[in-house]
């Protein structure tokens, strides 16, 4: 088939010579590429670095015990020493609260970890300083984590309370090993009296002996289990990805259908071409309809996103009602952004809602680096930008019951914040280009001599 006769043609050699093809694509591309490496690996960077007042619960259950008639309370004096760290002051916000109120906050995710003291500990040290005993039994440290936080979170939470547990090890440690060295010279002097230590008794402060070095035990618990399918803590983030990227793309999808129906747009399917005729419409009435369009298909997005997740994959899910409406209402709140956006914007609408809600969001959204790990900026940035709010309320329906002050509350409000200004900015800026008769097309005027053509498909 022949091809059609344009009124200009253009060759590639040509169309690839000119400079306003190679520059916009050059920068776009190049402050995309930029861009986007700063922001990614610039949190990511050094999250220890920048960690600060990661929040710990300290759980000191320790009800000391006498030795010789001395009260000793080891619980409270390392407790004390842990809470007053200099290495660790501003890196760690210490919650020092009793065990059933560590188990609320870690069932709220409001702290990635606990440290609890239990209460045969000053016991437990006194009985390796006493008589030597058969079976000795280890002081011991229980950590608790809490991977419903965030599995990096609680990983980094772990690793400074078996830390903490460490030093407070070596200095139990060099204490015991001065009583222990008084004992060995009373047995020794009483030894040379003529009064052998027996067998058994030697074999038990040899084994005691063996333990002074690093006396004390860590026990690792999980604070707030989660089930077997939840992605060590980050399902949420994965499915509130989808719920993101679900707004993001839908408002793309429902603009370029839209305008395609009003002839703005060509609608190309392999190598045919269908071109509408034009229609005029304002762009208020415009966004209006595209916004209709966004929220009554955010009910079926959002419900078949939660047929793929746990009805094929198999995730761990609960409140499946609540996570259907929250979907909804997060898909269509992205939407919307999205959609004024494209509105107000135009042409580069799509990269600026890429950079709003992925490229600027996912990094503050203390979904995999907690935002206590992140630098200064994108915590400044976790205030407002919208992923992290549909993060929080995922993970609350998801892992915490649904509370609403495990972080569902705050998402509900920031989410409908962001819907109401995304609806009222598109409103009033695309009102404003109307009244100002900046439309997208002008009306046509049809004569006798050239009518309006239909539909018409052509080769490509």
């Known amino acids: 088939m022949s091809e059609p006769n344009p009124l200009l043609r253009v060759s590639a050699r040509g169309l690839l010579r000119r400079r306003g093809i190679w520059l916009p694509s050059a920068v776009i591309l190049g402050l995309l590429s930029l861009v986007l490496s700063m922001l990614y690996l610039g949190a990511n960077n050094d999250p220890v670095g920048s960690t600060k007042d990661l929040p710990i619960a300290l759980v000191t259950s320790d009800r000391g015990t006498e030795v010789a008639g001395q009260r000793i309370d080891l619980g409270a004096r390392i407790a004390t ?97 001065r009583q222990l060295g008084q004992q060995a010279a009373q047995r020794s002097e009483s030894a040379h009296a003529g009064r052998p230590a027996a067998p058994a008794a030697a074999a038990a402060a040899a084994a ?45 999808v429902i603009h370029a259908q839209v305008d395609t129906a009003l002839g703005y747009m060509a609608n190309d399917k392999g190598p045919f071409r269908l071109l509408k005729p034009t229609q005029h419409m304002t762009r208020m009435h415009h966004f209006v309809v595209c916004s209709v369009l966004m929220v009554v298909l955010s009910m079926l997005t959002s419900a078949l996103a939660m047929a793929g997740a746990i009805g094929v994959v198999g995730i761990d899910a609960s409140h499946l009602g609540l996570l259907w409406i929250f979907g909804t209402c997060a898909t269509a709140a992205m939407g919307i952004t999205a959609l004024a956006l494209l509105a107000v914007l135009g042409t580069p609408g799509p990269i600026v809602s890429m950079l709003v809600l992925i490229g600027l969001a996912i990094p503050s959204a203390g979904a995999t680096i907690p935002l206590q790990a992140l630098p200064d900026f994108y915590r400044f940035l976790a205030e407002f930008e919208p992923f992290r709010q549909v993060v929080d309320g995922v993970r609350s329906i998801l892992y ?18 962001g819907f109401a200004v995304s609806l009222l900015l598109g409103l009033a800026l695309t009102r404003l280009y109307d009244r100002k008769g900046l439309h997208r097309s002008a009306p046509l005027r049809l004569s006798a001599a050239h009518p309006q053509p239909g539909p018409q498909t052509v080769p490509a």
């Not at 058969?134 to 011991?140: K, N, S």
């Not at 063996?210 to 060590?232: F, Q, R, Y």
């Open 81 to 177: 020493q842990i809470t007053g760290s200099a290495e660790l002051r501003d890196k760690v916000s210490w919650k020092k609260v009793d065990r059933r109120t560590a188990d609320d906050l870690l069932a709220r995710g409001k702290v990635f970890g606990a440290l609890v003291i239990p209460e045969d500990f000053s016991a437990s040290v006194a009985a390796l300083a006493g008589p030597p005993q058969h079976e000795p039994h280890p002081p011991t440290m229980t950590v608790l984590t809490n991977p419903a936080a965030g599995s990096f979170g609680s990983g980094m939470a772990s690793e400074i309370n078996r830390k903490v547990v460490s030093q407070a090890s070596a200095q139990v440690g060099r204490e015991l090993s």
């Open 208 to 252: 005691a002996q063996m333990m002074i070095a690093d006396p004390v035990k860590v026990n690792v618990e999980e604070g707030h289990p989660l089930g077997a399918h939840s992605g060590l803590g980050l399902s949420a983030f994965f499915y509130a990805l989808v719920l993101v990227l679900g707004g993001m793309l839908g408002a793309n």
């Open 400 to 417: 915490f019951d649904a509370r609403t002050d495990a972080g569902l509350g705050r998402a509900w409000t920031m989410t409908a914040i």
